[in-house]
């Protein structure tokens, strides 16, 4: 397979960043694999639901289809919030306290996985400026690629492009996005946004601060 056919697997969560992210990667004309990792928290079942009709709506020839790893993590995260939906960090919380841990180790090595049996070599997530966490910075980023590609015999790069964006220039700078679409909840009522938790309330500071209304 040529590297120019080579699809791009975009890690996607129906959030604003990944919908930003995979709407950029299909602008710049490059066939795109979404990918979703089901692991058993709380709000996914709202969140994949949101994902799904995202994809619809900026469906595209290059869009390939979505697939979904069910990757449980009730093992090793135990009794955590994100799992049982009990005390999820409001809306007057720290950044901190929303961490899962591991998270983007876990993403990218199931889709590193995915991506050397599949023939792909890129994959990419829509991290942004001032992710206080270590398993967001670049140097992470290039020792998982190193790591992954040691240990999958084949080469992998692991892409953050929206990481110089803040969230509220990302939305400005990607106004092609229908925002209506995406989801940033930790408590969803059926499939709606609670409007208390900690990233409902970053999703309402992002848009007012973009000077966009937050069509969700």
């Known amino acids: 397979m040529s590297k120019r056919s080579t699809p791009i697997c975009v890690l996607a969560s129906g959030g604003i960043d990944s919908a930003a992210l995979l709407t950029r990667s299909l602008t710049a004309g490059g066939r795109v694999v979404p990918l979703f990792l089901r692991c058993g928290l709380s709000w996914e079942a709202a969140e994949l639901s949101w994902l799904r009709r995202f994809l ?14 069910d990757v449980p993590l009730r093992s090793a995260y135990g009794a955590h919030w994100s799992l049982t939906g009990r005390r999820v960090p409001g809306a007057a919380s720290a950044d901190a306290a929303v961490y899962l841990p591991g998270r983007n180790v876990l993403l990218l090595t199931h889709a590193a996985i995915l991506c050397a049996r599949e023939g792909m070599t890129t994959i990419a997530l829509g991290t942004l400026k001032g992710n206080p966490f270590g398993d967001a910075t670049p140097r992470f980023f290039r020792d998982m690629a190193v790591c992954l590609s040691q240990a999958l015999r084949c080469p992998i790069r692991v892409l953050a492009p929206l990481r110089r964006l803040t969230k509220p220039q990302l939305i ?10 995406t989801f940033s909840c930790l408590q969803p009522r059926g499939r709606r946004h609670c409007g208390r938790c900690n990233k409902c309330a970053e999703r309402r500071r992002a848009f007012r601060a973009a000077g966009i209304p937050d069509p969700a």
């Open 172 to 181: 400005r700078a990607t106004p092609d996005v229908p925002w209506a679409l």
């Open 56 to 69: 619809r709506a900026v469906w595209s020839p290059r869009l390939l289809p979505l697939r979904v790893l």
